[in-house]
């Protein structure tokens, strides 16, 4: 049973795509927060490395393995409220991360940022996806592009803002995400909640099959992900002799994060007319050439324009497979998308640990 529009809302079709897509914008550009004040937040509270990984920890944690449990509440209370309340949270969580006075509260603020962050992702998907979209590929794509945009342009603002004003301007970042959870809370539809007990809504169907394939796959286009922003900037430094400040490590990181949230954009596009299985296999394979000439090549202008061939390719699949997964378990489409997007990213991070030690190893030898 999919959810049944019971309330036409003030904004549908396109229009409704677009205001989510912004709403992912302003949300992920305040989860970059966290990576921008790492090093005043070490100064502040003399916080060592461990400390600095824990607080790493609780934030991606808090916003990737609670998505199945706050899609599959959603489900169950209804999608807009579930979405429009993770959006507030976010806002006022993570604009006060700046002005923490404490550790306690810092690291709360974090774990309840990470749950608001958690909660807009797999029902808007649901949302824009559902059954009154033309194209759900496309408008998935368009939610996620809005999303990788925000989270290019945060720490830019963010350090913009405690540079020039200190970072007791951080709360007011937290107006343009209330606002725009009230926008989704009187302009989205309603759609009928299924009414099922949360713990049914999550089965054996969603958790094996078509949906755990869907769920590996996006694993390793995010275990991709995350090792490009995390290990290329590292890999420039020592083995292409570039400075740890060089202009062309941000440079080749947003290029590659906006390349990848255009690919989604193209990739819903791609998967309507040539076929959603046909579009992943494609643009994986494709992706393996950009990803080995960022290495191949010289630092340079040509490693950033190789960068964006990367991030075109390897994110073009990513909506399609939320789309997928959610045709494959209409009972749970937001309890669906949680897993392929939370549990995705959660075991990427994982896997990332064992992928980066070899590096580490070889250099700790060699000293």
Request: proline share 6%.
């Amino acid at each position: 049973m999919t959810h049944v529009l019971c309330r036409p809302g003030i904004v549908s079709g396109t229009r409704m795509a677009v205001l989510l897509a912004v709403v992912h914008a302003v949300n992920d550009a305040l989860t970059a927060v966290l990576g921008a004040l790492l090093p005043t937040l070490q100064a502040r509270f003399a916080a060592g490395t461990t400390t600095l990984a824990l607080l790493v920890a609780v934030f991606n944690v808090s916003s990737s393995v609670t998505q199945p449990l706050l899609g599959a509440l959603a489900d169950g209370i209804g999608l807009r409220r579930v979405a429009a309340g993770g959006v507030a949270l976010a806002a006022v969580s993570l604009s006060l991360v700046g002005v923490a006075p404490e550790l306690s509260v810092l690291i709360g603020l974090l774990a309840l940022g990470g749950i608001g962050s958690a909660a807009l992702h797999p029902v808007s998907t649901s949302i824009v996806g559902g059954p009154t979209a033309k194209n759900p590929g496309l408008a998935v794509g368009l939610f996620t592009a809005g999303g990788m945009a925000g989270f290019a342009a945060g720490p830019i603002l963010i350090l913009y803002l405690v540079s020039s004003q200190g970072a007791g301007a951080l709360p007011w970042l937290m107006l343009p995400g209330l606002l725009l959870a009230l926008a989704m809370f009187v302009l989205l539809p309603d759609w009928q909640p299924h009414g099922t007990r949360l713990g049914r809504l999550i089965d054996r169907r969603t958790l094996t099959g078509t949906v755990a394939w869907l769920t590996a796959a996006a694993t390793l286009i995010s275990l991709a992900f995350i090792t490009f922003t995390s290990a290329v900037p590292l890999w420039l430094v020592a083995e292409r002799g570039l400075a740890t400040d060089h202009p062309l490590l941000g440079g080749i990181l947003a290029a590659f994060s906006l390349a990848a949230g255009a690919g989604a954009l193209l990739g819903g596009a791609a998967g309507a007319r040539f076929g959603y299985a046909r579009t992943t296999t494609i643009s994986l394979l494709a992706a393996v050439i950009p990803l080995s000439g960022v290495l191949a090549l010289p630092a340079g202008p040509g490693t950033v324009a190789v960068a964006v061939v990367a991030g075109l390719l390897v994110y073009a699949s990513q909506p399609l497979l939320i789309v997928a997964a959610q045709n494959a378990a209409p009972d749970a489409p937001a309890a669906t998308a949680g897993i392929v997007i939370g549990v995705g990213n959660a075991l990427a991070g994982l896997l990332y640990i064992p992928v980066a030690r070899p590096k580490e190893c070889s250099d700790s030898r060699r000293a």
